[in-house]
């Protein structure tokens, strides 16, 4: 396409609605007409129009033009700019308007200390975005009850684990099985030498990078904590010269990332100066950072009963609802389909409190999900099973969580959360996120060995669509009595509010 075409199009199609005749709809006209955008043709060539002094020009590219030509301004030393001017910016750039600034400030604490203090946990900060505090009551576990704080915006995951919580409750809770605490991480680097000598001297490679970040573990070993131990391995793939030297360490109560990669940058400042102490060439450092990958920083949870007590739903024997069960859980442990979404609804429950205690839920996701496919094939995170007359099941979850550092006390609700638990160590805050995931995963694979899924969560679900129907507390309650034994969709819903409004 050249401007000569664009000109051609221009007269060919001016008439009075020529948004119409373009396959515009009102809308995108109303917010075009607010915007300045750049359309690219030619592949580098770049032809600039203020929409809203040429819309036929406007009009005509919207419907010649395929989406990915259609570019926002670029925006230079936006990072720089105060918090106000970069809302105002966001405004008109993507919301057509400057003065739609203050849409941003609505969600903004009253304490302007606290405002502050949030926006600086993050960059390019425009407002704050709420998720739901809420609370899971009676999860008991080691006979400790607990009521967990949990920050989810999906429907049911906190009905279903207060429900899964209360149900063990009265049959023993969760008990930690086992636990471990070592994380780890890597420096990488090019053994410009011989290869077999480092790895006949290796323990002295050990003691030495330990001397040279003595002074870094001073606070980590006042706490009980400290370098565990090294392992070095070649990487083959790569080349024999390639090494990957990993540092397992325990970062007591601190989730560690900041610590291990101080560590690990300083450990891999200092391999020049073993090598040359040493008479060999000088090593290449690839990069050296913490890994996610914390298998050996897990805990594992069991909930155990008797068969006879599995009295979750009234319309099935107790022995026919393990077997069942067991047999529904093996199915995500064998195949992928199943796997994914089991464990997704795992993390329903283990995300939950992870973001409400101010934690990395991110590299929780990464480090569970690589622990599914530790076996080269995804599988299920939980298991379950039937010894004579008990009925069992178990969660192991390789998450590394912090109960100090970070934002743990810094985000208001945070530290509220922590309250709320006693101020756990990290060990037990790992119990509890751990408890909370095979609370949600015992109720909804239950759910779906029963009344299925879809029931419960819809019936919860309701009050979404209802809030996105607009819909006034007599029209509420009119739709839940109304959908009490029926079926929940949205179509549903819309079609029920559209007959009471009309009969009212």
Same mark, same amino acid.
């Given at each position: 396409?050249n401007?000569?075409?664009?000109e051609e ?7 009075k609605?020529?948004?119409?005749s ?17 359309f690219?043709f030619?592949q580098?060539?770049?032809?600039s ?6 819309m036929?020009?406007a009009?005509l590219f919207?419907k010649y033009?395929? !989406?990915k030509m259609?570019t ?6 936006f +990072?720089?700019?105060?918090?106000k001017?970069?809302?105002q910016i966001?405004a008109k750039?993507?919301?057509?308007? &400057? ?6 400030e609505q969600?903004?604490f009253?304490d302007?200390d606290?405002?502050q203090?949030i926006e600086?946990?993050s960059?390019n900060t ?5 998720l739901?505090f809420?609370?899971i009551?009676?999860v008991v576990?080691d ?6 704080? @949990?920050?989810?915006?999906?429907s049911?995951v906190i009905?279903? @684990?207060?429900?899964a919580?209360?149900?063990w409750?009265d049959?023993g809770g969760f ?5 471990n ?5 890597q420096v990488y680097?090019e053994w ?10 290796q323990q002295n490679?050990f003691?030495?990078?330990t001397?040279?970040v ?11 904590g400290g370098?565990?131990?090294f392992?070095?391995?070649q ?5 024999a010269s #390639?090494?990957?030297?990993t540092v397992?360490?325990?970062t007591?109560? +601190?989730?560690?990332a900041?610590?291990i ?7 891999a ?8 102490n040493?008479g ?5 450092i690839i990069m050296?950072? &913490?890994?996610?990958?914390t298998?050996?920083n897990?805990?594992t949870i ?8 599995l009295?979750?739903?009234k #319309?099935?024997? !107790?022995r ?5 069960f067991?047999k529904?859980?093996r199915i995500a442990?064998?195949?992928?389909s199943r796997a994914v979404t089991h464990?997704k609804?795992?993390?329903n429950?283990?995300d939950a409190?992870?973001?409400?205690t101010?934690n990395?839920f991110r590299?929780a996701?990464?480090?569970v999900?690589?622990?599914a ?5 995804y ?13 069992w099941?178990?969660? #192991? ?6 109960t100090v ?6 985000h208001p ?5 922590f309250?709320? &638990?006693?101020?756990p160590?990290?060990?037990? &805050?790992?119990?509890?996120?751990a408890a909370?995931?095979l609370a ?7 759910s779906?060995i029963t #009344?299925?899924?879809q029931?419960?969560h819809?019936k ?8 996105a129907e607009?819909?006034n507390?007599?029209?509420?309650l ?6 009490k034994?029926?079926?929940v969709s949205v179509n ?6 559209k007959?009471f409004?009309e009969?009212v």
């Amino acid at each position: 396409m050249n401007l000569k075409t664009i000109e051609e199009m221009e007269i060919t199609h001016s008439k009075k609605n020529i948004h119409e005749s373009s396959g515009m709809n009102a809308r995108d006209f109303a917010q075009l007409k607010k915007r300045h955008i750049s359309f690219k043709f030619d592949q580098n060539k770049q032809f600039s129009v203020d929409l809203s002094k040429n819309m036929n020009q406007a009009c005509l590219f919207w419907k010649y033009l395929p !989406p990915k030509m259609i570019t926002k301004t670029k925006l230079s030393g936006f +990072s720089r700019k105060s918090q106000k001017e970069k809302r105002q910016i966001i405004a008109k750039e993507c919301l057509g308007d &400057l003065n739609r600034f203050s849409e941003f400030e609505q969600f903004h604490f009253s304490d302007a200390d606290l405002q502050q203090r949030i926006e600086r946990f993050s960059e390019n900060t425009l407002t704050n975005h709420v998720l739901p505090f809420g609370v899971i009551p009676n999860v008991v576990i080691d006979g400790k009850r607990y009521h967990v704080p @949990a920050a989810i915006e999906e429907s049911s995951v906190i009905a279903a @684990a207060s429900k899964a919580a209360s149900f063990w409750d009265d049959r023993g809770g969760f008990k930690t099985i086992k636990h471990n605490n070592l994380k780890n991480g890597q420096v990488y680097f090019e053994w410009n030498d011989d290869v077999n000598w480092l790895l006949v001297n290796q323990q002295n490679l050990f003691q030495f990078l330990t001397q040279k970040v003595k002074s870094l573990l001073v606070n980590t070993e006042k706490r009980g904590g400290g370098i565990h131990h090294f392992e070095i391995e070649q990487l083959h793939d790569l080349s024999a010269s #390639t090494i990957k030297l990993t540092v397992f360490v325990n970062t007591v109560d +601190s989730m560690g990332a900041n610590f291990i990669n101080s560590m690990l940058e300083s450990m891999a400042n200092s391999m020049e100066e073993f090598a040359l102490n040493n008479g060999k060439a000088k090593p290449e450092i690839i990069m050296s950072i &913490l890994s996610n990958f914390t298998p050996q920083n897990f805990v594992t949870i069991e909930a155990r009963t008797s068969i006879d007590t599995l009295t979750w739903d009234k #319309t099935m024997k !107790p022995r026919d609802f393990a077997e069942k069960f067991v047999k529904a859980v093996r199915i995500a442990d064998v195949d992928v389909s199943r796997a994914v979404t089991h464990n997704k609804g795992i993390m329903n429950g283990s995300d939950a409190v992870i973001l409400a205690t101010g934690n990395d839920f991110r590299a929780a996701e990464a480090a569970v999900h690589a622990y599914a496919a530790r076996s080269g094939r995804y599988r299920s995170l939980s298991s379950a099973g039937i010894d004579g007359d008990e009925f069992w099941m178990q969660l #192991t979850l390789p998450i590394a969580l912090g109960t100090v550092g970070g934002v743990t006390k810094l985000h208001p609700t945070a530290a509220m959360a922590f309250e709320m &638990l006693g101020n756990p160590s990290a060990h037990e &805050l790992m119990k509890v996120t751990a408890a909370a995931g095979l609370a949600n995963n015992f109720a909804a694979v239950a759910s779906l060995i029963t #009344t299925g899924i879809q029931k419960g969560h819809m019936k919860l679900h309701l009050d979404n669509i209802l809030a996105a129907e607009n819909a006034n507390k007599e029209q509420r309650l009119a739709a839940k009595a109304f959908f009490k034994d029926k079926t929940v969709s949205v179509n549903a819903v819309r079609d029920f509010m559209k007959e009471f409004r009309e009969l009212v």
